[in-house]
């Protein structure tokens, strides 16, 4: 399994930016989830979407940010609006060991990584 992120950049507080994971080797039905590392700080949970049940969020991006998949291209997007300063991180797009697996919030639950694509948020 491969994922590949992509799309971040430099945007205004209160800005959007969409996020791109790029999935290969692995079906429709996997667990993807999207961290973030910011700046000294250590890698958190943002929000993932399962299969079986749907889309979960960490409280602080609730109703700001959206997960969605796009199944004809394999490819799972994080909309991210009003953003603001503390949501500058590096973002990373995560996948379990395999398809049954029930990962939720914890990276130790996911085991294949992207590499990561910088949010920067101006104030």
């Known amino acids: 399994v491969q994922l590949q992120a992509s799309g971040g950049g430099l945007v205004q507080a209160g800005g959007s930016l969409r996020l791109s994971c790029a999935v290969s080797?692995?079906?429709?039905?996997?667990?993807v989830g999207w961290f973030r590392q910011p700046p000294g700080k250590e890698r958190e949970f943002v929000a993932t979407?399962?299969?079986?049940?749907?889309?979960y969020y960490t409280d602080s991006v609730k109703n700001r940010f959206t997960i969605s998949r796009d199944s004809a291209k394999n490819t799972v997007l994080l909309q991210m609006n009003s953003l603001k300063p503390d949501d500058t991180a590096i973002y990373f797009c995560?996948?379990?060991?395999?398809?049954?697996?029930?990962?939720?919030?914890?990276?130790?639950?996911?085991?294949?990584w992207g590499q990561g694509t910088l949010v920067t948020v101006s104030s």
């Open positions: 995560a996948a379990p060991v395999n398809e049954s697996s029930s990962a939720y919030k914890a990276p130790e639950q996911y085991h294949y």
């Open positions: 080797g692995a079906s429709r039905r996997y667990t």
């Open positions: 979407i399962r299969w079986a049940d749907g889309t």
